[in-house]
Each structure stands twice: as C-alpha cells, then as structure tokens.
C-alpha cells in the first residue's frame, strides 16, 4: 500500500511550515500567510492528492463536519426537510447523518452520537404529540444543538421551525369565496389511530374563526382516512349527499383527490359543479392530477433549510445557546383547475 500522504509532505514541498499548511487548511486567525505561500500550499495539495484526517481535525476543532437528520424516512415530509438540509450540509463543507426512528432506535442514541463528537447537532422532524420532557432535559444538560421541525410549538427550550397554519388557511379560504363565492365547507381527515397534530388543530380553530368574521354558519365534516379501495363506497355516497354547487377546503390533499374521485365517477365536474382545494401538497401530487388540484403548498423543504441554518449558527457561535426563538415560515397558494369562478 501507498504512504499516507501528510500534512508535513504538503510542507516540505511547499516550502512552508506545517503551522501555514495549518493555517491554510484551517483558517486559523493570527497566523498571516501570503498570497504567495497560500498557492504553495494549495499547490502541494493537489500535486500530492493530500486528503484532511477528519478526525485528527475533529480533535483539534472539536466539531465532525456532520449533522443528525432525525426522523421517519417513510414519511413524504420528512424526506423534504432532508432536502433542505442537504442543500445546507453541501453549501457548508458539512455531512448529512440519517438517523431513521423506529422500533429499534431512539433518541437517546443520537446523544451519544454528540457526546462522541460524530455529529454537531440535530435537526429532527418530531411530532406534537410525542414531546418527552426527559429527552428535552437531556438536550438542554448537554447543551446539545437542536432544532426541531414543527415538534415543538409551545415549548421554550427547543427551538423550532413551525409554519403559519392560521394564516394558510385564511389564503385559502379567501380565495375560495372570492372565487366562487360559496360560503367553504371545511373537511377534516383524520388517521384512525393517531391523534391529529397542533397544525390541524390551528387550521380548524382559524376555519371557525373565519366563517364568525364573515357571519357564515360553519360547515364541518370529517372522515377517517384509508386506501381508496376499502373507501371508495364511502366517499360515493358523501358526494351523493350533498347539494351543488358548494366549495370544500380539505385539512389533507387526499381528502381532495378522494372528493374529486368520487364526483368525477358520478359525472360532476371539478370547478364547475363543486369547488375543491387542499390546504396541503405534501405528497407532491396535486399538479400531476387531473384536474390539478389548488392547494397552499408547505414548505418542508425550506424549514429543512432554516432548521439547519439555525444549526450552524448554535455551532459555530454566532447565535446564543439559550436562543430558542421560533422560526416561522409562510406557506404559498398555488391555484390550479379544481376551484374555477
């Protein structure tokens, strides 16, 4: 095998000293290098293939170069924060670590990661309903930096990255009654066996909110989700029962599709005979359907972006540890062919 190229190689054939290859490599403040040496030492690198010990370097640094991206990789959400991340991670000379949740791994494994200085810090897509009051403890004992993408939006010890959903479904509720001008019924999905999010809740207390402003008598339904095979009667007959025209913001994109579905096998038509938007798309299906669905559109992959920002700069200094401050995020309404005038 090949000798391991060093450091003090890069030197010698620079003619400069190891603390200016140092220097260069690192740079490191109170060690002046000309411009001359500078291309030296950046000569010598390439001619000898010279590659950083990362570790050697952690150890001096105390930092990986590595962030924890924590999270269900089987979720379409998550699989855009990590997007944002790694446009972060690439920008910054930083790697990305995916630390998938499961049965088999948990948080406290991704301390240890911290306490042995593989990884800076942690961006973690968490749920409202999950919050562990111990494993905030921990974050803060250790002050490990951490920023958590909507998991925690009452909470003033861990900064997180949480979207306006008032202030979504406001766009679109104006845009459907300007549109139309039908007072929007408002559709609620829910899982079965999971208790619906903060962000759901905010977007049914803004509806109520709304249709009070505008003096209008709400109109609420709600619907457990499932395949569309096993629902497909179900949602026949919801459409069979209602009266049109009417206008309908659903809390899911799917709540749309299966609305839309249902009313085109009957032979309604979409934006014509009733009025259908999405108060998401994070499923990135609403423009490929037919008719394309209008929807506001979240973005994850921003808040991946912010989240990790806000990483870098507990990190590297340039923000405050006990800094926990919210950052909000603003959602887009993207009108398409399923809300017509």
């Known amino acids: 095998m090949s000798k391991r190229v060093t450091s003090f190689d890069v030197a010698k054939q620079a003619g400069v000293s190891r ?24 000569d010598a690198i390439r001619d ?36 944002g991340m790694q446009e972060v991670c690439a920008g910054n000379g930083y790697h990305l670590l995916l630390y998938a949740s499961g049965p088999v791994t948990d948080q406290k494994g991704l301390l240890d990661l911290y306490l042995q200085r593989r990884i800076d810090g942690i961006v973690a897509l968490d749920r409202p309903n999950k919050i562990s009051e111990e494993w905030v403890e921990l974050i803060n004992q250790h002050n490990l930096p951490y920023v958590s993408v909507e998991g925690y939006p009452d909470h003033n010890r861990i900064a997180s990255v949480l979207m306006d959903y008032g202030d979504s479904i406001r766009k679109a509720l104006d845009y459907l ?34 249709c009070a402003a505008k003096g209008l008598q709400p109109q609420m339904y709600s619907a457990a989700d499932g395949p569309w095979e096993e629902r497909a009667d179900y949602w026949k007959k919801w459409i069979q029962e209602r009266r049109t025209p009417f206008a309908l913001l659903s809390n899911w994109s799917r709540g749309a599709v299966y609305v839309c579905r249902a009313a085109q096998l009957q032979g309604i038509q979409i934006g014509k005979d009733i009025h259908v938007m999405a108060a998401d798309n994070t499923e990135r299906i609403n423009q490929h359907l037919f008719p394309a669905i209008t929807s506001i559109e979240i973005p994850y992959r921003e808040m ?20 926990k401050s919210t950052i909000s995020v603003s959602a887009q309404l993207v009108a398409r062919h399923s809300v017509g005038s």
């Not at 603390?19 to 030296?40: D, H």
């Open 304 to 323: 991946g972006r912010l989240a990790a920002l806000r990483l870098l700069e507990y990190i590297d200094g340039q923000r405050s540890y006990e800094d």
């Open 19 to 42: 603390s200016v290859v140092s220097a260069v490599l690192n740079g490191t403040q109170g060690i002046g290098v000309s411009a001359e040496k500078r291309a030296a030492v950046l």
């Open 177 to 210: 009654w300007k549109q139309t001008g039908l007072p929007p019924a408002y559709l609620e999905m829910f899982h079965q066996h999971a208790p619906l999010g903060w962000g759901d809740h905010e977007r049914k207390q803004t509806y109520l909110e709304w």
């Open 48 to 83: 000898l293939n010279y590659q950083v010990d990362a570790q050697a370097r952690g150890m001096k640094t105390g930092k990986s170069q590595c962030l924890a991206a924590y999270g269900n990789v089987s979720n379409a959400l998550f699989l855009q924060v990590l997007e």
